[in-house]
Antibody, heavy 120, light 107 residues
Framework: EVHLVESGGGLAQPGGSLRLSCAAS????????MNWVRQAPGKGLEWVSY????????YYADSVKGRFTISRDNAKNSLFLQMNSLRAEDTAVYYC?????????????WGQGTLVTVSS | EIALTQSPATLSLSPGERATLSCRAS??????LAWYQQKPGQAPRLLIY???NRATGIPARFSGSGSGTDFTLIISSLEPEDFAVYYC?????????FGQGTKVEIK
């Protein structure tokens, strides 16, 4: 059974940093493209970042470009999101989500999410 | 960036009734559209991919249609567990974008 478990969320000050992790199990992680999607409190879903299966192709939403860095460790079945220069508007639940198949752009499995709160 | 506009914002219906949800894209996204269901405190769940294909384990009462700019999700007969928020999402262009959601609530 596919499982995605996020961790690393918490309270950060504006301008601060956090590193999110997503532990994957139940599938061949190195064969799947992965994403981060976030949801501000009471709001809709916003795609944040994508990384290809080998980690060589990466995309970001304009709202986080230059501040967030996505990466993965296929040997450890893990996905990461390094979040720097955090702003209040980055406050959200962050989900890792798997692409249904190579290049699909459709998210078939999601983690339970980890809450990031940016506040002084 | 492709904007997805969902309507209505809220749909008030009774169990057993038919729900019709709409998603309109600002440019053609071909058939590259998915629908997700989200219940409070839970992660989204994939319902429909490529406009009309049900994801694994999704009941037949959920159906999707459309192409280009206009898409529809139909729930043929609402079950109590179907009251939730529904999002559409396009995968045709970067960045991937979602609609703002339609809440299906109990009347």
């Amino acid at each position: 059974e596919v499982h995605l478990v996020e961790s690393g969320g918490g309270l950060a000050q504006p301008g601060g940093s956090l590193r999110l992790s997503c532990a994957a199990s139940g599938f061949t992680f190195r064969s799947y493209e992965m994403n981060w999607v976030r949801q501000a409190p009471g709001k809709g879903l916003e795609w944040v970042s994508y990384i290809s299966d080998g980690g060589f192709t990466i995309y970001y939403a304009d709202s986080v470009k230059g501040r967030f860095t996505i990466s993965r460790d296929n040997a450890k079945n893990s996905l990461f999101l390094q979040m720097n220069s955090l702003r209040a508007e980055d406050t959200a639940v962050y989900y890792c989500a798997r692409d249904r198949y190579h290049g699909s752009g459709t998210f078939d499995y999601w983690g339970q999410g980890t809450l990031v709160t940016v506040s002084s | 960036e492709i904007a997805l506009t969902q309507s209505p914002a809220t749909l008030s219906l009774s169990p057993g009734e038919r729900a019709t949800l709409s998603c309109r894209a600002s440019q053609s996204v071909s058939s590259s559209l998915a629908w997700y269901q989200q219940k409070p405190g839970q992660a989204p769940r994939l319902l429909i991919y490529d406009a009309s294909n049900r994801a694994t384990g999704i009941p037949a009462r959920f159906s999707g249609s459309g192409s280009g700019t206009d898409f529809t999700l139909i729930i043929s007969s609402l079950e109590p567990e179907d009251f939730a928020v529904y999002y559409c999402q396009q995968r045709y262009y970067w960045p991937r974008t979602f609609g703002q959601g339609t809440k299906v609530e109990i009347k």
